[in-house]
């Protein structure tokens, strides 16, 4: 079963960047729909950002359209969430997430479509 971990969450002052990544164990590439999720304490999770798993096509929340960007690298099994012009109200944990296996070559921002999940990287942006 895939099994996703992320890193590169941490500390960092408002207006400051950061990068996450989500490695994937398992078979993955292409063959997997990927996304971003966040979930700040008292909060639903709400969806972030989102990337098909073949063409690269991509998808974004409007709180962070501008200021985030998804990518992955299939050969490393890899997906990225760069973050620039942070803000506190983007503190939270953050979750990456892969659909079920195949499936229409399209990003998904419902939670319902994602099948797998890693345990979360904390962000804290300060003022």
């Known amino acids: 079963q895939v099994q996703l971990v992320e890193s590169g969450g941490g500390l960092v002052q408002a207006g400051g960047s950061l990068r996450l990544s989500c490695a994937a164990s398992?078979?993955?590439?292409?063959?997997?729909?990927m996304g971003w999720f966040r979930q700040a304490p008292g909060k639903e999770r709400e969806f972030v950002a989102s990337?098909?798993?073949?063409?690269?096509?991509?998808y974004y929340a409007d709180s962070v359209k501008g200021r985030f960007t998804i990518s992955r690298d299939n050969a490393k099994s890899t997906v990225y969430l760069q973050m620039s012009s942070l803000k506190p109200e983007d503190t939270a944990v953050y979750y990456c997430?892969?659909?079920?296996?195949?499936?229409?070559?399209?990003?998904?921002?419902?939670?319902?479509?994602?099948?797998?999940w890693g345990q979360g990287t904390q962000v804290t942006v300060s003022s």
């Open positions: 398992g078979r993955t590439g292409s063959n997997y729909n």
């Open positions: 990337i098909s798993r073949s063409r690269d096509i991509t």
């Open positions: 997430a892969s659909t079920y296996y195949g499936g229409t070559d399209y990003p998904r921002t419902a939670e319902y479509d994602y099948a797998y």
